[in-house]
C-alpha cells in the first residue's frame, strides 16, 4: 500500500539555523510533491510544489528537493525565524491528495 | 483562506445524534474535498467531488455522507455520530488546471472542531 513517511514528529531549533524536513514515500510514483504549512487550529496552507523533472526549487528562504529514485523530498527552511513554528506537511498524488503526518518544527528566539 | 469557509468552527454533541458541517467556496473551484484530521494520523480523506453530479467516496467514509448542494457548496453529514469520530474536519477546494499546468494544490477552510460525547 501507499506509504508517506515524515521524520520526527518534532524539530527544535535555534533561530538563525537551517532546519531540515524529510519526506519519504512508497508504492508511489508521484508527477510531482507538493510542501505545505499548518498553524495550529487552521487549515493547511500550500507553499511549494516540485516537479518529477526538477532536482530543486526556492521560495524565499524555502527550499525543496526531489529524488525520485530515493522516493524522498527534502525541505529546508534557511535562517530560520520564530514565524517559522508551525507544523509541515508533505503530500503526494495526482487527483487525490495523501498526506504525511508532518513534522511540527519549533524556533527558539 | 476567506475564500474557503466552514460552519460551524466549533461543535459539541451527543453520540447518536446527527450533525451537518459545511462548507462554501468562493474561489470558482469544482474540486471540492472533507478531510478528518487526527492527532499523529495526518489528514483523510472522508469523501470528494469532482463536480456537482460527482462524489466519491474516500478512505475513511464508513459513518459519513455528503451532499453537493452547488458547485460552491459541500456538506458533511454524521448520519450517528459516534465518540471516535471527534476530530477536527476540514474542507479543501482545488482546480488542477492552475497555470496551465496540471497540479492538485488544495486550499483549506480553517476547520471545524467536533467533539463527540
Known amino acids: 500500500s501507499q506509504k508517506i513517511e515524515q521524520n520526527s514528529e518534532a524539530l527544535n531549533i535555534q533561530e538563525g539555523k537551517t532546519a531540515t524536513l524529510t519526506c519519504n514515500y512508497t508504492n508511489y510514483s508521484p508527477a510531482y510533491l507538493q510542501w505545505y504549512r499548518q498553524d495550529p487550529g487552521r487549515g493547511p496552507v500550500f507553499l511549494l510544489l516540485i516537479r518529477e523533472n526538477e532536482k530543486e526549487k526556492r521560495k524565499e528562504r524555502l527550499k525543496v528537493t526531489f529524488d525520485t529514485t530515493l522516493k524522498q523530498s527534502l525541505f529546508h527552511i534557511t535562517a530560520s525565524q520564530p514565524a517559522d513554528s508551525a507544523t509541515y506537511l508533505c503530500a503526494l498524488g495526482d487527483y487525490k491528495l495523501s498526506f504525511g503526518a508532518g513534522t511540527t518544527v519549533t524556533v527558539r528566539a | 483562506d476567506a475564500d474557503v469557509t466552514q460552519t460551524p468552527r466549533n461543535r459539541i454533541t451527543k453520540t447518536g445524534k446527527r450533525i451537518m458541517l459545511e462548507c462554501s467556496q468562493t474561489k470558482g473551484h469544482d474540486r471540492m474535498y472533507w478531510y478528518r484530521q487526527d492527532p499523529g494520523l495526518g489528514l483523510r480523506l472522508i469523501y470528494y467531488?469532482?463536480?456537482?453530479?460527482?462524489?466519491n467516496k474516500g478512505e475513511i467514509s464508513d459513518g459519513y455522507s455528503v451532499s453537493r448542494q452547488a458547485q460552491a457548496k459541500f456538506s458533511l453529514s454524521l448520519e450517528s455520530a459516534i465518540p471516535n469520530q471527534t476530530a477536527l474536519y476540514f474542507c479543501?477546494?482545488?482546480?488542477?488546471?492552475?497555470?496551465?499546468?496540471?497540479?492538485?494544490?488544495?486550499?483549506f477552510g480553517p476547520g471545524t472542531r467536533l467533539l463527540v460525547l
Open positions: 479543501a477546494t482545488s482546480d488542477p488546471r492552475t497555470g496551465g499546468n496540471f497540479q492538485e494544490t488544495q486550499y
Open positions: 467531488s469532482f463536480d456537482v453530479k460527482d462524489i
